[in-house]
């Protein structure tokens, strides 16, 4: 054990310590917050919690409670790697949260971050799906970890869900997470270039959040996200290089009455000057209607008509 570490081990003994001195840490660091927490304390409470293996929501409970030597050791590598690395909570802990659905994530993934979650969760869908009972077949399209296909699952229980996903790595952590909500009778995880493996299949409900960041953004990233799989963000100069390919084909791959959900961060005028003609219906979210967009595929198949 180094020197640091011993005198932390002296010197910090409760939960409240800790937490304490990780803000500390966090403040006088160049930590970038965005994979779950926006600002020093709530991420300090993440990490010392979740490293600790307890619930959140006992908080302070243990506020005061004594930890062990081994832990406090524990707890100071995570901290170390946070500051020094700027390695994402969500890595160090190997979870991270859409609501109150708490995910398996590991560097083989993006950190789980989506408008697409509170959409399924909170039934903005409505009017296109107004009986989530009739929903057979639901699929998310560049799943990661598959932590929306469980989402789609939560919303339409009577559907089998497909979470597809380029990278062996992925599928790998989805179906962690498909087994640890028990839903392997209803979710399947494919590997597949976005369509080129789902030939004869055709879904009532198709969401994607796909990569979608810019070069111009991609060159800037914050460290933490240069720490997640740049496959999983990066999508050509305009950051659209996959929503071309979704909205070229997910016409085939909707059953006649489907919807398709794609997410697009903050290209929306980039979307519109390509696409002057496509009805897109924007979602109402919690940071505005810019971000996540909805089409019928009679619209996709009018759209294809017309040009």
């Known amino acids: ?10 010197e910090l003994s409760t939960i409240r310590d800790w937490i304490r001195y990780a803000v500390s840490q966090f403040e006088v660091s160049d930590i970038f917050y965005g994979h779950g927490a926006d600002n020093s304390y709530d991420e300090a409470i993440w990490l010392i919690m979740s490293g600790l293996h307890l619930p959140m929501d006992t908080l302070e409970n243990f506020l005061d409670a004594n ?7 524990h707890l100071a590598n995570l901290i170390e790697q946070r500051v020094t690395n700027h390695t994402p909570t969500a890595y160090l802990v190997k979870e991270a949260w859409l609501h109150d659905f708490k995910f398996y994530v590991d560097e083989r993934v993006l950190v789980p971050r989506s408008f697409i979650a509170e959409l399924l969760l909170d039934d903005s869908l409505t009017p296109w799906i107004e009986f989530p009972e009739m929903v057979e077949s639901a699929a998310d399209l560049c799943a990661g970890s598959g932590c929306l296909g469980i989402l789609l699952a939560h919303a339409f229980p009577d559907a089998t869900v497909d979470v597809i996903d380029i990278s062996p790595d992925a599928i790998d952590v989805s179906n962690i997470n498909i087994a640890n909500y028990g839903l392997e009778e209803q ?7 976005m369509f080129t493996a789902l030939a ?54 909707l059953t006649d009455e489907g919807v398709l959900i794609v997410e697009i961060g903050h290209n929306r005028e980039a979307l519109l000057e390509a696409y002057p003609a496509v009805p897109f ?11 996540v967009f909805l089409l019928t595929k009679a619209q996709l198949l009018a759209t294809e008509a017309s040009s």
């Open 200 to 253: 004869g299949k055709t879904y009532d409900v198709l969401i994607s959040n796909p990569p979608y960041v810019d070069a111009p953004s991609m060159a800037v990233l914050p460290t933490e996200y240069r720490n997640e799989p740049q496959l999983a963000l990066g999508s050509g100069t305009d950051g659209l290089d996959h929503t071309h390919t979704i909205l070229r084909e997910a016409a085939n791959y």
């Open 67 to 73: 930890i062990t030597s081994t832990e406090r050791d």
């Open 281 to 291: 219906v924007w979602l109402d979210t919690s940071a505005g209607d810019q971000f």
């Open 187 to 193: 979710v399947t995880a494919i590997q597949s270039d």
């Open 1 to 10: 054990m180094h020197k640091v570490a011993i005198t932390l081990s002296m």
